[in-house]
Structures are given as structure tokens and as C-alpha cells.
């Protein structure tokens, strides 16, 4: 595996979620740098050494609700 992606949302409670497709991995964190700390040693943790894919993509998922 060369690419890993994980679908980033805003939590209700503050912070953010983030979960792997294809893969059971599952972090979050307060901020964004946090997280992305979070998920990195999530993937290393995951992974044999030596297996872990060599690219992290993060794809924000963000709702916004406008009023006319």
C-alpha cells in the first residue's frame, strides 16, 4: 500500500475525527495539527514496520448551512 486516506469532520462536541477507508484506524484530536500528530502515529501504530503506506492523505469533510 503506498496511500492511505482518512475523512476528516468536525465533532459535534469541538475537535476533530478522523477515519481511515479500508482500514480500521480511528483517531481525533482538538486542532488540526493535532491531528495530524494523531493520525500519523495512528498509521505507524497500525502497520508493521516497514509496511506503513508512504502517503497520509487527509480529506476535510465540512458542512456549512446557508440561509437566504
Known sequence: ???IV????????GGFTARALGES???E???EAQL???VQ????????E???PK??????VRDELLLA
Open 1 to 3: 500500500m503506498t496511500e
Open 6 to 13: 482518512f475523512v476528516v469532520e468536525q465533532a459535534p462536541e
Open 25 to 27: 484506524i480511528f483517531t
Open 29 to 31: 484530536a482538538d486542532t
Open 36 to 38: 495530524r500528530v494523531a
Open 41 to 48: 502515529d495512528a498509521v505507524h501504530c497500525h502497520f508493521d
Open 50 to 52: 516497514g509496511k506503513s
Open 55 to 60: 502517503v497520509i492523505r487527509l480529506h476535510f
